[in-house]
């Protein structure tokens, strides 16, 4: 098995139904390239650094199963509010309120003050049409998430401040180049999948420090 998050997973629930199984991984750190990494080679236990952020949410389920085996799920930290931060500092949050799903995130949804109505009203629209075409469309992995806001004709204000943000954030990618699938997972799944899926967690510790259970397994 390699030593990306896939390869760590399979080897996970593999060595728990009993198997023995061998990593193998080119690179001195486990997680490929969602881990840490020593800032000076020469001292591996000195400074490190995440090569992403790689955020999770709620509705990462596989990935919070992994963490789960591995015994470090108390390491990530959830939070309910999302912000977005503009231009000169001002900060909007996305946030749950009381109304049920699908309308938990409206209030503060309609409060973003980045966005004017009219971009809301198309935001909504292009949502909705995610929902459905994550649904019952086959070829999303044909073509990048970008791609396909583009065809939507998305504002440029709208993909800079909303929709860039959230798949960078959640997928390490850029949405030119990251593919609809995963991207349409992101918001079909999280923003509304239920009313906490969208909740952002981030790791406590360095990432490799997440995986160091895996390589002792």
């Known amino acids: 098995m390699g030593g990306?998050?896939?390869g760590l997973s399979a080897a996970t629930a593999l060595a728990e139904?009993?198997?023995?199984v061998d990593l193998h991984e080119a690179r001195p750190f486990l997680g490929g390239r969602a881990t840490s990494y020593p800032v000076h080679p020469s001292e591996p236990e000195g400074e490190r650094i995440d090569n992403c952020q790689h955020v999770l949410l709620r509705c990462c389920d596989n990935l919070l199963d992994f963490y789960r085996r591995l015994g470090v799920e108390?390491?990530?930290?959830?939070?309910?509010a999302i912000h977005f931060?503009?231009?000169g500092g001002a900060v909007d949050t996305l946030e749950r309120g009381p109304l049920p799903k699908p309308l938990h995130l409206a209030g503060s949804f309609l409060r973003l003050g980045f966005l004017s109505l009219g971009e809301k009203i198309a935001l909504i629209?292009?949502?909705r049409a995610i929902e459905g075409e994550y649904a019952r469309r086959g070829d999303l992995d044909s073509f990048t998430f970008g791609e396909w806001l583009r065809n939507r004709g998305v504002s440029e204000n709208?993909?800079?401040r909303f929709w860039e943000p959230i798949v960078v954030s959640a997928l390490n990618e850029d949405p030119e180049i990251a593919s609809a699938k995963p991207a349409f997972q992101v918001f079909a799944e999280g923003l509304m999948g239920t009313r906490t899926s969208y909740?952002?967690?981030v790791p406590a510790v360095p990432l490799a420090d997440l995986y160091a259970a895996a390589g002792k397994a």
């Open 4 to 6: 990306g998050l896939a």
């Open 17 to 20: 139904a009993g198997f023995e």
């Open 74 to 80: 108390d390491k990530i930290r959830f939070y309910k």
């Open 85 to 87: 931060v503009r231009p």
């Open 125 to 127: 629209r292009d949502l």
């Open 158 to 160: 709208v993909y800079k």
């Open 199 to 201: 909740e952002m967690g």
